[in-house]
Nanobody, 125 residues
């Protein structure tokens, strides 16, 4: 089992930056991929960014490329999402996810059995 706890959300203005954190505990040594998804009210949960734990491969949805950076701290079992140049359309609940599945597809929601509670990010115009 893996437990995930997010932090770092808040209310900011367009153009501001935030850094989200996701601390993992439990069976962290077997974690394959960790990443971030987001969900706005009335919308489907969508992929934002992921990182493959062993080699550090990073993947991003097109809308955040060049603005968001996902990173990891192996010693702390923590992943971060640095969000720069935030836009109102970035508003939503950001949810950390993890999978132990060796053949998981990083963008596929159903491949992630472990989810945090989410942290709210609100970007005003």
């Amino acid at each position: 089992q893996v437990q995930l706890v997010e932090s770092g959300g808040g209310l900011v203005q367009a153009g501001d930056s935030l850094r989200l954190s996701c601390a993992a505990s439990g069976r962290t040594s077997s974690t394959n991929i960790m990443g971030w998804f987001r969900q706005a009210p009335g919308k489907e949960r969508e992929f934002v960014a992921t990182i493959k734990w062993d080699i550090g491969y990073r993947d991003y949805v097109d809308s955040v490329k060049g603005r968001f950076i996902i990173s990891r701290d192996n010693a702390k079992n923590t992943v971060y999402l640095q969000m720069n140049s935030l836009k109102p359309e970035d508003t939503g609940v950001y949810i950390c996810a993890a999978t132990l599945t060796p053949w998981a597809t990083d963008r596929r929601i159903r491949d992630y059995p472990y989810w945090g509670q989410g942290t709210q990010v609100t970007v005003s115009s």
